[in-house]
């Protein structure tokens, strides 16, 4: 298993800022509560799950299997 950013220096550099915004909770999400706080617990809880791959939420990082 392996985490890793967004190929896409791009989307990787505007997630950035809007988590510098947001105080270090996902951008993309309403709510400022403590599973949305990056890396979020959708995310962690994805991870953990060995037949997922893909993105998180706000697509900043990749898991792969």
Same mark, same amino acid.
């Given at each position: 298993m392996k985490v890793r950013l967004n190929s896409d220096p791009e989307v990787v550099q505007s997630i950035r800022e809007g988590l510098q915004r947001?105080?270090?909770?996902? +951008?993309? $999400?309403?709510? $400022?509560?403590? %599973?949305? #706080?990056?890396?979020? #617990? %959708?995310?962690? %809880?994805?991870?953990?799950? +060995?037949?997922?791959e893909g993105y998180c939420h706000c697509r900043l990082y990749y898991k792969e299997k």
């Open positions: 947001t105080g270090g909770y996902c +951008p993309c $999400r309403l709510q $400022r509560t403590p %599973e949305n #706080k990056c890396m979020c #617990k %959708e995310f962690k %809880e994805q991870i953990a799950d +060995p037949s997922f």
